[in-house]
């Protein structure tokens, strides 16, 4: 790699010189810096911003570690972010741990190692061996899209029992009374609750409650939930997936088997993500604010690593229910 060391030798100059010219080029006569420049251009120099905020102290660039890049509602997390980060000059590198507790620990060890501002995360499980390890490092962290297990860290999420519930009671409201729930992999904290908040809302109400757990949180597994709900009988008349990725699958499972939607099968997502809406049936959902998580999230790191004595907070948002074609009684 090209250093400092081979621009100064090659445009015959300082260190100094070359360091001005790239962090503080108006202190440069513009003979030097041309010339310095036009080494740089020659030698294909980058400088060493590790080294530079290493030395500094202080670095621009926050993490962002999230379940599944492949769902839309965690993009829509990371462009929230964003927002928040590039407004204060910062950059993020955005990483996928796919639902894998190896890769988490691999990516906490990398933030931990470039000593980054702060990290953003949405982690696969909250007391294992990576967390406990990277808390060690002192790096700084807030939850996303997942409640902190305790006060040692601050969270932004979504009341995830109260909206298994809101999909669980429009259900009622609509006149079912045998319901499936396709969930997730029950390691995950938001699986959970939105089961919870399904059960409690069917408590005392007669309804039938079919509980699938779905191999993974994509159209593929909400496909195959949706060929195992064909072959129950009876068959339930509504469900209610944990993500609308699994609804779409379950969606398609379903229309190609010619059932109708939702005369024969009412369906119900979660997190609202612009498919939903656009899907053959537009699919009612349970609305995330998913922009707004990530820039909360992100507004809540950095003032916790502006002001180290800042307390830890809890932001806890309402979900909001969408209805559409799914689940809506035609009369």
């Known amino acids: 790699m090209v250093g400092i060391k081979d621009v100064a030798k090659r445009a015959g ?18 003979a030097t810096r041309n010339r310095v420049l036009s080494v740089i251009e020659e030698l294909g120099y980058v400088r060493d911003e590790s080294a530079r905020q290493l030395r500094a102290g202080r670095s621009r660039i926050m993490g962002l570690l999230v379940l599944d890049l492949g769902n839309p509602f965690f993009v829509d997390v990371a462009r929230g972010a964003e927002q928040a980060a590039h407004a204060e000059g910062l950059n993020i590198i955005t990483c996928n741990s796919g639902q894998r507790s190896d890769l988490e620990a691999s990516y906490l060890a990398m933030f ?149 939607i939702p005369e024969e099968m009412a369906i119900v997502g979660y997190d609202d993500i612009e498919f939903a809406g656009a899907a053959a049936v537009p699919l009612t959902s349970v609305r995330q604010p998913a922009q707004r998580l990530g820039r909360t999230a992100a507004e809540l790191l950095l003032n916790e690593t502006a002001d180290t004595t800042a307390e830890h907070q809890a932001v806890v948002f309402t979900p909001e229910l969408v209805v559409r074609e799914s689940t809506r009684v035609r009369r």
Do not use: W
Not at 124 to 142: I, N
């Open 112 to 260: 931990a190692e470039q000593r980054v501002r702060g990290v953003l995360l949405s982690p696969v499980g909250t007391s294992g061996e990576a967390l406990r390890a990277f808390r060690r490092s002192g790096t700084p962290y807030v939850f996303v899209d997942r409640k902190a297990p305790t006060s040692e860290a601050s969270s932004v999420a979504v009341d995830d029992i109260a909206g298994g519930a809101l999909a669980a009671r429009h259900l009622l409201e609509t006149g079912h009374r045998r319901i499936a729930f396709v969930n997730g992999p029950a390691i995950l904290a938001q699986c959970r609750d939105r089961e919870q908040g399904v059960r409690t809302a069917l408590t005392d109400s007669g309804a039938e409650l079919t509980v699938l757990e779905a191999i993974g949180l994509d159209v593929s597994s909400g496909r195959d939930a949706g060929a195992r709900l064909l072959g129950t009988s009876p068959r339930p008349t509504a469900v209610f997936c944990a993500n609308d990725l699994l609804a779409l699958g379950v969606l398609q499972a379903m229309v190609g088997a010619g059932v109708r």
């Open 13 to 30: 100059v300082s260190i100094g010189t070359v360091s001005n010219v790239v962090n503080r080029p108006h202190v440069v006569a513009v």
